[in-house]
């Protein structure tokens, strides 16, 4: 099983900006990586994912036009750029892989997707 290890949380005011990374311990292709987040109470949802044979992107509606999801050339690091952040993007926020597929779709952003996690990243953001 992929190992992956995120990097990159922190604490900020709102209206700033973080980025986030996500190492993963081997070559990852045609399968989906996502970004999830989970806040206290609250249950894990995707925020962004990326089907990594295409490069096809996938947001949820709390994210879009905020945030930008990529994956660098070698295909093992994942990043999530995260601008304009608001209070209630204040989450634990986790990288994960997916099973292998021929194509990508909206089911990257499918929880039950992924079958590979890393530990998290804590992102906290004030207002």
């Known amino acids: 099983q992929v190992q992956l290890a995120e990097s990159g949380g922190g604490s900020v005011q709102a209206g700033e900006s973080l980025r986030l990374s996500c190492a993963a311990s081997?070559?990852?292709?045609?399968?989906?990586m996502g970004w999830f987040r989970q806040a206290p109470g609250k249950e894990r949802e995707a925020v962004a994912s990326i089907y990594t044979g295409t490069g096809n992107r996938y947001y949820s509606d709390s994210v879009k036009g905020r945030f930008t999801i990529s994956l660098n050339n070698g295909k093992n690091t994942l990043y999530l750029q995260m601008n304009s952040l608001k209070p209630e993007d204040t989450a634990m926020y986790y990288c994960?892989?997916?099973?292998?597929?021929?194509?990508?779709?909206?089911?990257?952003?499918?929880?039950?997707?992924?079958?590979?996690w890393g530990q998290g990243t804590q992102v906290t953001v004030s207002s």
């Open positions: 994960a892989a997916g099973k292998l597929r021929p194509v990508g779709g909206s089911w990257c952003l499918a929880r039950d997707e992924y079958n590979s």
């Open positions: 081997e070559y990852l292709y045609n399968r989906c």
